[in-house]
């Protein structure tokens, strides 16, 4: 479990066993050294924990961290992206040891991204994922399925300005997107998609 102190801004995490509700590693403090650490988002492939997060060090970017023992240590975070603008809603995936992270630019182009490194320390220059440049919503979520396929959600302005829900979709590891609308554009106001896979289905709530 993992969540921003927002009277400290500090990444705190405990572990806790899905079994019986025990606490199992007690609640503490991660990367003490950023001023502040927001948005933290996690995931987890076979025994590994990966740990995303919003950080302010001599600037703001995203960044992310691994947990190899159950979450008793974490690496060194590793800077995802490296630019001047701020980065929001950052969601991360893993599969077969490619990690991709996913975020938000909502100051300046509103556009939603993509960036993957398959070495766990470079990272791809980021992709644009949404189908119409400066027409997204503000938030999303980003799920992979058993083939490897990437499947983000997000909210589609480029018709609707309340926002239509999109699925954006790829089977060549993030190069290039087709899209899906799973609702009528008649309902208004399709925000906050949140994304789920069980066996091969994929669940959609907004």
Same mark, same amino acid.
């Given at each position: ?62 960044? &992310? ?5 159950? *979450?008793?240590? =974490?690496?060194? /975070? !590793? @800077? %995802? ?31 939603? &991204? ?5 070495? *766990?320390?470079? =990272?791809?220059? /980021? !992709? @644009? %994922? ?77």
């Amino acid at each position: 479990v993992f969540w921003e102190d927002a009277s400290t801004s500090k990444l705190n995490y405990a572990v806790v066993s899905g079994e019986t509700g025990d606490i199992i590693q007690q609640p503490a403090t991660l990367f003490t050294s950023f001023t502040s650490i927001e948005q933290p988002h996690c995931t987890v492939e076979g025994t590994n924990t990966y740990i995303l997060f919003r950080g302010y060090d001599t600037k703001i970017d995203i960044h &992310y961290a691994i947990s190899q023992d159950g *979450g008793e240590t =974490f690496s060194a /975070p !590793v @800077r %995802v992206t490296n630019d001047t603008i701020q980065e929001d809603a950052g969601t991360i995936s893993v599969h077969n040891g490619t990690v991709y992270v996913a975020y938000l630019d909502m100051d300046s182009t509103l556009n939603l &991204y993509l960036t993957k490194s398959t070495n *766990g320390t470079s =990272f791809t220059e /980021p !992709v @644009r %994922v949404n189908k119409t440049s400066g027409k997204t919503g503000d938030r999303m979520d980003m799920k992979i399925a058993a083939d490897g396929s990437l499947l983000i959600g997000y909210s589609d302005k480029t018709t609707d300005d309340g926002g239509d829900l999109a699925l954006a979709r790829s089977i060549d590891g993030g190069s290039t997107f087709s899209y899906i609308y799973p609702s009528s554009s008649t309902y208004m106001y399709q925000r906050y998609p949140v994304l789920g896979i069980i066996a091969n289905s994929l669940y959609v709530a907004w």
